[in-house]
């Protein structure tokens, strides 16, 4: 007989593969499947007190069956649930899921990040990481499939990069912590001005070509 897990049923294409597992083993399948007697005692005329409600949550598993409309529905149903009956749903194994429509949003990144630190307790939103790792998943998905597990673990790889190397794009910021880097002492009202100058120059908008062209100008 093949069996199957819960996950692996459920899964897309779990109803197909079950059905060919009962073909293949219709017996075993249906030993398999056949429920055992279970006997529950219900004393009607006993009252115990009033039952607390010790629920407010439910989950299903796996994520893919958010793909299912018949699931959709059923979520529309527990929404429905009067005087929070259910505050909230969690959706298992959302980690396999391929990441299609991203959206780089603060949602988003908290589940990143709790999902990290369930991995690696230290991992932490630090300055540059999210343009790295949005710049990563977009070269992998360029390549093929790629799953928010794989995002996480990214997440988790440039946490243990002690400093970002500087991103490679001209930008002002960049100019200004250059410039202030090498021109020791100097002002922000001198690097505006550098700023400004190099603005109007045909170069590169780096501080290598402003002190190029510095260099240049001071030795005509």
């Known amino acids: 007989m093949t069996r199957l897990s819960r996950r692996q049923a459920l899964a897309g294409g779990g109803v197909t593969a079950l059905a060919a597992a009962a073909a293949a083993a219709p017996e075993a399948a249906a030993q398999?499947?056949?429920?055992?007697?279970t006997t529950i005692t219900v004393d009607a005329g006993r009252v115990l007190g009033p039952l607390p409600k010790f629920w407010r949550c439910t989950g299903f598993t796996p994520a893919e069956l958010l793909l299912l409309p018949e699931m959709r529905q059923t979520l529309s149903f527990?929404?429905?649930?009067?005087?929070?009956?259910?505050e909230f749903v969690r959706v298992h194994?959302?980690?396999?899921?391929?990441?299609?429509?991203?959206?780089?949003n603060r949602q988003?990144?908290?589940?990143?990040i709790r999902e990290a630190q369930r991995k690696n307790p230290s991992a932490k939103e630090k300055s540059g990481i999210w343009y790295r790792l949005n710049r990563w998943r977009e070269a992998q998905v360029a390549k093929?499939?790629?799953?928010?597990?794989?995002?996480?673990?990214?997440?988790?790889?440039?946490?243990g990069?002690?400093?970002?190397?500087?991103?490679?794009?001209?930008?002002?910021?960049?100019?200004?912590?250059?410039?202030?880097?090498?021109?020791?002492?100097a002002s922000r009202e001198d690097a505006l001005a550098?700023?400004?100058?190099?603005?109007?120059?045909?170069?590169?908008?780096?501080?290598?070509?402003?002190?190029a062209v510095s260099r240049r100008a001071r030795g005509r």
């Open 144 to 159: 093929g499939p790629v799953t928010y597990e794989d995002l996480v673990e990214q997440f988790i790889v440039l946490n």
């Open 194 to 211: 550098a700023w400004r100058k190099l603005k109007k120059m045909d170069v590169p908008k780096t501080y290598a070509s402003w002190r």
């Open 93 to 104: 194994y959302l980690l396999d899921l391929v990441i299609a429509n991203y959206t780089s």
């Open 78 to 86: 527990l929404g429905a649930v009067p005087n929070r009956g259910l």
């Open 32 to 37: 398999a499947c056949r429920p055992e007697p």
């Open 161 to 185: 990069v002690e400093r970002f190397e500087r991103i490679p794009h001209p930008r002002y910021i960049n100019f200004l912590a250059e410039y202030h880097a090498a021109e020791k002492g």
């Open 108 to 112: 988003t990144k908290g589940f990143i």
